[in-house]
């Protein structure tokens, strides 16, 4: 089977890791720092936080924004539960904004006459989280506007995009944002296994985000409500969790880094291959906004089911019958059960539901041959017919 996203690890990534565990500190010794520095080195933001997963990074990038009961959370339904599960972990209601039909992301359009509903009714979102889905960046420029006019924070999402670029900027400086999430998990452009990082410009959050990392624990005196009992002395000072990464983790993050653009640049031969190698067949190929250069971690087909004899669901498993790994990012969040306990309901976000009718994402990865790429191109044709 072929998958539709594989880590790509080398041998100087299985030496660092090999050193640390050889190393006096598997977790909280250099390793951390150091793959935090290579983070702010390559976005240019003024901090980065590592954590176990992106999910954990976006709960504490909510609470420090102060996300809390009474509060909404808005993001979009074509991404990982996660980017909406982390509004719940606070106490706060979560809604959704329906997603541009070209390039998938939440709709800057809907998310202003959303925007102009809620201010009557008083219920303005606190957060909006923006997910750079598959890569491409949402229309930053215009979301954070609109986050002057109306006064929501916002979250970019950046599970997907690590690598990539918006306006020629990279993804993670945080000029639109107030803290922007990356993820590390395997299939994602670089990988520690589990694990996720938190990036801001502004040094309250970031202090509140590296004590909800680890128990709500502070070291530093000038933190504390009293001097130090001693050198062994630390405060709790608020409520925190064990969300830190290891050293293994940060070390693979450190080697992989070094790797980062020429990941992302294999990436994008291979798309332009694939969209070169599926031209004339009836679907859309994945459209790129000319603000972006994506990071590409997905590359997603939408069948032109008029066109076609076949359905959905029978394309795609005549994709897995043939031995390509094909998936579908994502099932809209509010038609999961959990959601739909909430209140929401088929029908809600028409463009998103419309999507998932449509979808299925084929196999992208930087370790991908030509070969690998040929057989899918074949197994596609081959389902569509
Ligand atoms: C858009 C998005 N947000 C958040 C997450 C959660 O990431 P993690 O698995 O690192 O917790 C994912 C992972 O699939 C994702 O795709």
Not at 219 to 243: C, K, V
Not at 298 to 313: A, G, I, K, N, W
Not at 316 to 329: K, P, T, W, Y
Not at 345 to 364: H, L, N, T, V, W
Request: net charge negative; charged share 20%.
């Amino acid at each position: 089977m072929i998958p539709y996203g594989r880590q790509d690890i080398s041998q100087s990534d299985i030496d660092a890791v090999v050193n640390v565990l050889q190393s006096d500190f598997l977790t909280q010794g250099p390793q951390v720092p150091a793959f935090e520095a290579l983070v702010t080195g390559y976005t240019g933001a003024k901090h980065a936080l590592a954590v176990n997963s992106a999910t954990s990074a976006l709960h504490i990038a909510c609470m420090a924004l102060e996300l809390s009961v009474g509060d909404w959370l808005w993001t979009t339904p074509i991404t990982f539960v996660a980017s909406a599960n982390c509004g719940l972990y606070c106490g706060a209601q979560v809604d959704f904004v329906d997603i541009d039909p070209k390039t998938y992301n939440l709709s800057p359009e809907f998310l202003e006459k959303k925007l102009i509903v809620a201010k009557n009714e008083n219920k303005l979102p606190k957060v909006l989280v923006v997910v750079h889905l598959c890569g491409q960046p949402c229309d930053m420029q215009r979301i954070h506007a609109l986050s002057q006019e109306y006064g929501f924070k916002i979250i970019e999402d950046a599970s997907h995009a690590i690598g990539g670029k918006y306006q020629e900027q990279t993804i993670g400086n945080c000029q639109y944002s107030d803290i922007t999430v990356f993820s590390f998990h395997p299939v994602k452009i670089i990988t520690t296994a589990e694990g996720g990082m938190v990036i801001t410009n502004n040094d309250e959050l970031a202090s509140r985000m590296a004590l909800y990392r680890s128990h709500g624990i502070t070291r530093d005196p000038s933190a504390m409500t009293h001097e130090p009992d001693g050198p062994w002395y630390y405060q709790q000072i608020d409520l925190g969790f064990n969300y830190r990464m290891t050293e293994l983790q940060a070390a693979l993050g450190v080697s992989q880094m070094s790797r980062l653009d020429e990941f992302v640049a294999r990436r994008h031969v291979l798309a332009a291959r694939y969209n070169q190698l599926l031209q004339g067949l009836p679907i859309t190929l994945p459209w790129q906004h000319p603000d972006s250069y994506s990071g590409l971690h997905l590359y997603v087909l939408r069948l032109d089911l008029q066109e076609l004899t076949r359905s959905h669901r029978e394309v795609f498993e005549s994709l897995r019958a043939q031995g390509i790994g094909v998936n579908l990012h994502y099932i809209p969040v509010h038609t999961q059960p959990f959601y739909q306990r909430m209140g929401f309901k088929e029908g809600d976000f028409p463009e998103s539901e419309q999507y998932y009718r449509e979808a299925i994402s084929i196999p992208m990865f930087q370790t991908m041959t030509e070969l690998q790429q040929d057989q899918v191109v074949e197994a596609v044709r081959k389902a569509l017919q």
